[in-house]
């Protein structure tokens, strides 16, 4: 699972639970895989994104100096775009989980692929 | 855009995985006549819901490789992993992740929506029934209990909630699944659907409905 595709998830589906994001991340063993940097792509993306969850996942991926607060002027700044890039798109984690945020449901990833299936009472 | 290959999936696979066939192959062809627009839409986020061996959204993530993201949804952890296989087997970029229909994403974040639904006309009991539990998860990737639309019609109440400002479904029916009552119920919801291709194939007639927005 990229750190593109955490963004979109979230845990709402779960009864009771308002937002449900951004779910906790933990990453027990990740694979960093190369690609190619695209600056345009990220820039018109970013909309889409959401910012805290992109620190956040920053913070427990060890990808130091992205800013707590998104900047304004991001694509001017070719050096933050390139870190962007690394963490959203060559981050793969493949054991580790995702924990929602007002229930603690936890939701285990293997193989690269998060398990967010929720059992009928849980809907 | 290139048809993937699928050489990686073996008849043991099969057994847990729905196997590409005509509709597989009508949802690729309706997409590729309409690259066009898919083009000028720009999507950032596709999904496929219920993708199955992946064979439909790695042929789209490798024609729109460099502009979207692009992920699998499936109920059935064969699905997950034969559709994450066939995306490297085939050089694309793409996650899967295990979920019910769109449940596990973001509200109003999809762009490109694809679904070919469990479309098969079957008694609601065979799609709830202990059968179906006991059995094999391949049952949930074609029965479609009532006119086989149960499925189709729980993502039609969800799809204001999934489809972002932009964003365009394209989804598949059987002649039996009542096309015409699905664009009238989308119609009702506030969408624009329209079907988009036909196809008549041994013992089905099936049609691809692109679904979007209405303006007002």
Redesign the interface.
């Known amino acids: 699972?990229?750190i593109?595709?955490y963004n979109?998830?979230?845990?709402?589906?779960i009864k009771g639970v308002k937002v449900g994001?951004p779910l906790k991340l933990t990453i027990n063993k990740k694979n960093v895989v190369e690609?190619?940097f695209?600056p345009v792509?990220i820039e018109?993306?970013l909309p889409?994104l959401?910012w805290s969850a992109v620190y956040g996942a920053a913070q427990v991926a060890e990808c130091e100096d992205i800013p707590q607060a998104q900047p304004d002027n991001i694509a001017d700044n070719e050096a933050l775009l390139q870190k962007l890039h690394h963490l959203l798109?060559e981050i793969d984690v493949l054991e580790g989980q995702l924990e929602c945020p007002e229930t603690g449901r936890v939701f285990p990833i293997t193989?690269?692929?998060?398990?967010?299936?929720?059992n009928e009472d849980e809907? | 855009m290139e048809t993937p290959h699928t050489q990686h999936l073996s008849a043991a696979d099969y057994e847990h995985v729905y196997e590409p066939a005509e509709d597989s192959f009508l949802l690729l062809d309706a997409l590729e006549a309409d690259l066009p627009f898919l083009d000028a839409l720009?999507p950032?986020?596709c999904v496929e819901l219920g993708s199955g061996s992946g064979i439909v959204i790695t042929a789209l993530a490798k024609r729109l490789t460099?502009?979207t993201?692009c992920?699998a949804t499936d109920?059935n952890?064969h699905a997950?992993?034969a559709t994450?296989r066939t995306a490297s087997h085939n050089g694309a970029?793409l996650?899967?992740?295990?979920?019910?229909l769109a449940?596990?994403?973001?509200?109003r974040?999809v762009d490109l929506l694809l679904f070919n639904p469990p479309y098969v006309v079957t008694s609601d009991e065979e799609l709830q029934g202990k059968e179906m539990l006991a059995g094999s998860p391949l049952v949930y990737s074609w029965a479609g209990g009532q006119h086989g639309r149960r499925v189709t019609d729980v993502l039609l109440q969800q799809l204001d909630g999934i489809l972002?400002p932009i964003g365009v479904l394209y989804l598949l029916l059987l002649r039996e699944n009542k096309p015409d009552e699905v664009i009238q119920q989308l119609i009702k919801l506030n969408f624009k659907a329209v079907k988009c291709m036909e196809r008549r194939i041994p013992g089905e007639y099936l049609y691809i409905i692109k679904v979007t927005r209405s303006i007002n």
């Open positions: 699972m990229k593109s595709t979109f998830l979230t845990s709402m589906a994001y690609c190619e695209n792509f018109k993306l889409k959401d798109f193989d690269g692929i998060p398990n967010m299936l929720l809907v | 720009q950032r986020l460099q502009s993201l992920l109920i952890p997950c992993a994450k970029r996650d899967s992740v295990r979920c019910n449940d596990a994403l973001r509200p974040s972002s």
